[in-house]
């Protein structure tokens, strides 16, 4: 299978570059070195092994969560409130990683994240329910959820799931036979997300369902003419986005954090809306756009302390590059024919 | 059939409102301040998104332009050490996030959620960036009574006392733009070109250029929204003080069926929700756990679209681009 | 295209405002670390700022206090995310460039801090607000009793109310927000005991939990704001920023008092003047100065120890509190101290 690198690959990185620029002229404004900056941010995931494995690390969860929501613009859904299915997911992996003894080790992780991933698909089948038969946009029911899971989660986590003796809102520790390992400190979970790609590229091109969801996505009437059920697909891509969502969640809490506090999951629901845009709701052309955030992101906390500038920086840029990326003209300029993204064109049904 | 269900809620409210008076006039004053208080700014954004929805563009970075005005807002009245011009900040922050979102959607026709959600993520990223901690601003406006109309006994203490400019001005600017909307020449043309913007187009209505007037007007009022939290009712800019805002907003918006008066019933409603929240806290109940308490009002809100969204109709042309049509 | 260019234009120069903004801190010469003659500190905070106003800040204050008076250097490292892997991620960042003393702020740190210690026990580490136990000698948790700042701030808070009714605004239940809360209530009834007065109970409201519940101040002013209206007049305003939303809610209104947390908020919110008559405060300025000092004369012993609390200083307030009042705060506070008196918190 080659790998066509079309003009489509221009506009990304034509829009890193002008939002570098725009970065550098800032940076400067407040009396730092862009370069220095620069060096830090752009070379140091890249430099060690270390900062690699970090790095890979970082970018499978955001790659996951890109995932989660590719899968909804799909659909045609804009499943803005993936953070509250993160959580949810998190703390349900938890939760089975430190409750349920004797469990060898693969099989202790596939019964938590399948935990985690019924759990937050019901989040998700909830969302779909209200919009395919009340008319409820998934973008008011999903922010407004994100709130409501933050309230439960809290709860639980402060109550029937806290760590006995511990005075602060935290969980016990997942079992070891829950951790997702290290191979020579290399993530695995990357690796997941990567194949997580490819089987949902898969599923969307090759499978019947898939081909619904998108005819859903793209046409709503046209679907409905030829005889696909709307409504199930609205639900089923609702479901699908918040069980990878959910899924995120898992392994971010087998892998990386152990166990489980809410503040240990900022952003991740946020970013992977970024990284979806990015990849234009393609699974396979987030990947890179992932990994090159998850090198910013990991080295985000040393750039203060090595160069004088926040590491706000990381979001600024992110967002330049997501607005070139995505406001047509820089596309124009380029004369690339890339398909912009859609979501739904209304609020109704 | 709707009448009838209206006017029976709004009797069901009124005699709710009249018991907990009589038991408690400062408790039930102090609640229905507090509604105000909170649904106000949520109010005017909901304003913010039926210009734009009405017109046919939907705008769900508003958010975003509440952040933007507010971030540039503050900082212009602690570098110039002027409210006002602070506030004129604001409203050109606004304006100008508002302008971008225009071009976006309706030059650009970009997809209009995402458009939104750009508008958003750029606010974040920008003024996180930006942010300097530990600056103020010189003395924030009073909070003051309204001279005649605080002593009138039901709705005096509740909604004329202790009270910002913002709020008293946000309850004769939102019946003004209802008025507009729905009474001048102006708020027809702006919904046909939401309904039906092919025969507006041929009734000689510009529907691009009256579009892009209409969003960046919304984009005056949100950054009006945006530069009174950050200069009056807080006095302070937080990164992210909107903390989902403009989305509450959105869906009041529709729970008040895209209309000012509905809407502003809704933030109304919702400001009270929260308000009732933190009374619940206030008189100690313990068996509700604190959090369960403090979800309550978007357990509400979604309860509440989910029982009436169904029989919503918003703008008809509302979220596509428009086309003009080859004759 | 004129359109385009316009509408680049206004989004850019939106941008370019930030040429009005001052520069961040750079960072303070490290590069001698590896000399054991010089000390150096590493503060490792959490997702806030050093400049928030609040334990962060303190923090960095005590360390970079430490460090002067030591004849040494102080960085900080702002954390960006909340996780053990950002946490062990710089504080490596220190240990490599061979720091003397580490300090990380704040409980969601405990865990990463305690397997820095057991990795690198040549340097010394001290967790602020981190309750320690199994620690290695080279860990100390600096911890405060909240509550006793709390109940002294509610006893001064029993003497000035004319209506009974006191309130606090808080941040995220956690246990130092719940300890300085509780302080605060019981130090109330302790106060209406001694006068023979009967209070209300101090109704106190915490903040849902959300990622902005210490950034939160439209909620900290509008239950502030709720309390006021139903007769309230002293209110403990204690979660970071949405204690300081409640405190500058509290000075417009006329003649009610508010008190701040953590450091004296005299200085840090100015707004607050007109209401804050104290502030319940943890020294975690001093204590982390301290620490320091002990491991500069080595004589840094592991563990759990134990801050001072006090209330701040009246400001302007010292005129219209009666004399004989502010001896009588004086007096508990010495007491509370002492653990003559007890807070009742556990």
């Known amino acids: 299978m080659k790998l066509r690198i079309s003009k489509d690959a221009l506009v990304p990185i034509g829009s890193v570059l002008v939002a570098l620029g725009i970065g550098a002229v800032l940076i400067a404004a407040q009396g730092h070195s862009p370069l220095v900056a620069y060096k830090v941010l752009l070379i140091k995931g890249f430099s060690s092994v270390a900062g690699l494995q970090e790095t890979l690390s970082k970018a499978g969860i955001l790659i996951m969560s890109g995932l989660a929501i590719t899968v909804g613009l799909r659909a045609g859904l804009f499943n803005i409130g993936a953070q509250g299915q993160v959580i949810t997911g998190a703390l349900a992996f938890t939760f089975i990683g430190y409750k349920v003894q004797g469990l060898p080790a693969p099989i202790h992780i596939l019964v938590a994240l399948i935990f985690a991933i019924i759990v937050s698909s019901l989040l998700g089948a909830f969302v779909g329910f209200l919009k395919a038969s009340r008319g409820v946009h998934e973008v008011i029911s999903t922010i407004m959820l994100n709130s409501i899971m933050a309230g439960i989660v809290d709860y639980l986590a402060q109550n029937q799931l806290k760590q006995p003796g511990q005075p602060n809102t935290r969980t016990p520790d997942i079992l070891a036979s829950a951790r997702l390992p290290h191979l020579f400190g290399w993530p695995i979970g990357f690796a997941i997300a990567i194949a997580l790609a490819f089987a949902l590229s898969w599923v969307l091109k090759r499978t019947t369902t898939g081909f619904e969801l998108e005819t859903v996505g793209r046409n709503r009437a046209a679907a409905w003419y030829a005889g696909i059920s709307v409504k199930k697909s609205i639900v089923l891509g609702m479901m699908l986005s918040a069980a990878i969502a959910g899924f995120t969640g898992g392994i971010y809490s087998s892998e990386t954090t152990g166990y489980f506090v809410p503040a240990f999951y900022s952003g991740i629901g946020f970013d992977g809306i970024t990284i979806a845009l990015l990849g234009r709701a393609n699974p396979i052309a987030l990947i890179p756009g992932a990994i090159f955030i998850g090198g910013m992101r990991s080295a985000q906390s040393a750039i203060q302390f090595e160069s004088g500038v926040a590491p706000d920086i990381i979001n600024l840029l992110l967002a330049l590059v997501l607005f070139f990326a995505t406001a047509p003209f820089l596309a124009k300029l380029l004369k690339s024919n890339a398909k912009s993204v859609t979501t739904t064109s209304g609020w109704s049904s | ?327 | 295209m004129k359109k385009r260019l316009i509408a680049g234009v206004g989004a850019l120069s939106l941008a370019v405002l930030g040429f009005a903004m001052p520069s961040s801190v750079a960072a303070a010469d490290d590069s001698k670390c590896a000399d054991a003659a010089v000390l150096c500190i590493g503060v490792v905070t959490d997702i806030g700022h050093v400049d928030d106003k609040s334990f962060n800040q303190a923090a960095w204050e005590g360390a970079q206090a430490g460090a002067k008076a030591a004849g040494g250097v102080a960085n900080y490292i702002e954390s960006s995310a909340a996780a053990d892997t950002e946490y062990a991620k710089n504080i490596k960042l220190f240990a490599d460039k061979k720091y003397d003393v580490i300090v990380t702020v704040g409980f969601l740190e405990a865990n990463a801090t305690l397997a820095a210690a057991k990795q690198y026990p040549d340097i010394k580490f001290i967790g602020v607000d981190q309750f320690v136990s199994d620690a290695p000698a080279n860990l100390a948790g600096l911890n405060f009793y909240e509550d006793r700042a709390g109940f002294v701030a509610g006893y001064l808070a029993g003497y000035l109310t004319k209506t009974g009714k006191t309130g606090a605004v808080v941040g995220l239940n956690i246990p130092p927000v719940y300890r300085f809360a509780e302080g605060f209530k019981n130090g109330v009834a302790h106060s209406a005991a001694e006068q023979g007065k009967k209070f209300a109970k101090t109704k106190i409201v915490y903040h849902p939990a959300a990622d902005n519940a210490f950034n939160d101040p439209a909620f900290g002013a509008a239950n502030a704001a709720q309390m006021l209206s139903q007769g309230y007049d002293v209110i403990f305003a204690a979660g970071g920023n949405t204690g300081n939303g409640g405190l500058t809610r509290i000075a417009k209104a006329k003649g009610k008092y508010c008190i701040g947390v953590d450091v004296d908020q005299w200085n840090t919110v100015k707004e607050a003047r007109p209401c804050l008559v104290t502030s319940a405060m943890k020294n975690i300025a001093a204590g982390v100065a301290e620490q320091v000092g002990l491991v500069k004369s080595g004589k840094f012993a592991g563990g759990n120890v134990y801050g001072t609390t006090a209330i701040a200083p009246f400001h302007a307030f010292a005129k219209k509190i009666p004399a004989s009042v502010q001896k009588k705060v004086a007096k508990l506070q010495k007491d509370v101290n002492a653990g003559i008196v007890k807070t009742g918190v556990k």
């Open chain 2, 1 to 327: 059939m709707r009448k009838i269900r209206n006017y029976t809620i709004a009797a069901v409210l009124l005699a709710v409102w009249i018991f907990g008076y009589v038991l408690d006039s400062g408790i039930t004053n102090s609640v229905l301040s507090s509604g105000l208080r909170f649904g106000m700014p949520l109010a005017l954004a909901a304003m913010v998104g039926i210009m734009c929805e009405r017109s046919g563009v939907i705008n769900i970075g508003i958010e975003g332009t509440m952040l933007l005005s507010g971030f540039f807002g503050f900082y212009a009245g602690v570098y110039t050490k002027n409210v006002l011009i602070g506030f004129a900040a604001a409203i050109i922050a606004g304006i100008t996030a508002s302008f971008l979102h225009a071009m976006m959607t309706i030059v650009w026709k970009m997809d209009q959620i995402i458009a939104g959600t750009i508008i958003n993520i750029l606010a974040s990223g920008l003024t996180s960036f930006l942010y300097v901690a530990g600056v103020t601003i010189p003395n924030n406006w009073p909070i003051f009574d309204i001279p005649v109309l605080s002593k009138l006994p039901l709705v005096g203490e509740s909604f004329f006392s202790q009270q910002g400019p913002i709020q008293y001005l946000g309850l004769i600017f939102i019946p003004f733009i209802w008025i507009m909307m729905y009474k001048t020449r102006w708020g027809l043309r702006t919904r046909s070109i939401g309904e039906n913007p092919g025969s507006a187009d041929t009734a000689g209505v510009s529907v691009i250029r009256m579009r892009i007037t209409n969003v960046v007007l919304g984009g005056a009022i949100g950054g009006l929204v945006g530069g009174f939290i950050c200069l009056e009712l807080v006095g302070s800019f937080s990164k992210e003080f909107t903390a989902g805002a403009g989305f509450t907003a959105l869906a009041l918006m529709i729970f008040g069926r895209w209309n000012p008066l509905g809407a502003f019933a809704a933030a109304i409603a919702f400001g009270l929700a929260q308000a009732l929240s933190t009374q619940l806290q206030i008189f100690g109940v313990q068996e509700i756990p604190q959090q369960f308490i403090n979800i309550l009002p978007y357990v509400f809100t979604i309860a509440v679209l989910a029982f009436s969204a169904g029989k919503v109709r918003p703008p008809a042309a509302a979220g596509a681009p428009y086309e003009k049509e080859k004759a």
